[in-house]
């Protein structure tokens, strides 16, 4: 199974750019990388995905490098409401439907 | 356009018993996964339906099982409960085609095994 990998918590100023990384050096080539974030044990919110190219939407951005082995979340402004555990997710293998939910990233937006 | 629904929030039930759990997806969803998180192992692939058949399936003992109805509805039964099995349990409902497959979580039920 495809494998994702990120930093264990953060810490990041309230106004401030939250930068969330996470790797996923296993995943094949025509497969997107998903971001939600779970607000405390709430569902899984969907916050963006991407395949190559960087993406943007109201929420966040979302940088690829070009090999696409890892991917950067961007909070631009982060805010005490965006307090929460951040996944990036795959798809386990190519073409099925079961995907991958990493340990995630404890995010604290600090006042 | 209503989201994900779950049915029960909270169950309390006892070791050996069984029990079932209700997930309502998103209108023209077809596809319903199933996921169980817990303290210790994080959120975890149960399975996932598509049009009434189940497509995947990830590493859990067949105590669990699950079904999907015509409409999309879907089930998930626990039978002969342990201890272990207490977790929040978490549907996602998606169109479930293609390459992009946006996943929505349901607010999940919380499964106490006592």
């Known amino acids: 199974d ?3 990998t990120q930093p264990t918590s953060m810490d990041c100023a ?3 750019a939250a930068n969330l990384p996470c790797n996923h050096s296993t995943i094949s080539g025509n ?3 998903y971001w939600y974030r779970q607000i405390h044990s709430q ?3 969907y ?3 991407g395949l190559k190219n960087n993406e943007t939407n109201e929420m ?3 940088i690829i490098t070009e090999d696409r082995k890892s991917s950067t979340l961007i909070l631009p402004h982060a805010t005490l409401r965006d307090t929460a555990v951040y996944y990036c997710i795959v798809r386990a293998s190519p073409g099925t439907y079961k995907y991958i ?3 995630g990233t404890r995010l604290k937006v600090l006042a | 356009k209503a989201g994900v629904t779950q049915t029960p929030r909270y169950l309390i039930k006892t070791r050996g018993q069984q029990v079932t759990l209700s997930c309502s997806p998103i209108s023209g969803h077809r596809s319903v996964s199933w996921y169980q998180q817990t303290p210790g192992q994080g959120l975890q692939f149960l399975f996932e339906y598509f049009s009434e058949t189940q497509r995947n399936k990830g590493n859990f003992p067949g105590r669990f099982s699950g079904r999907q109805f015509s409409n999309s509805r879907s089930e998930m039964n626990v039978s002969t409960l342990e201890l272990g099995d207490s977790a929040l ?3 996602a409902s998606s169109l479930g085609g293609g390459t992009q497959n946006i996943q929505y979580f349901g607010a999940g039920t919380r499964l106490s095994v006592l």
Request: proline share 4%; charged share 15%; aromatic share 12%.
């Open chain 1, 2 to 4: 495809a494998k994702t």
């Open chain 1, 14 to 16: 309230e106004g401030r």
């Open chain 1, 31 to 33: 497969e997107y990388v």
């Open chain 1, 43 to 45: 569902g899984p919110q």
């Open chain 1, 47 to 49: 916050i963006i995905h």
């Open chain 1, 60 to 62: 966040a951005s979302l």
């Open chain 1, 101 to 103: 939910f990493g340990t």
């Open chain 2, 89 to 91: 349990y978490l549907c």
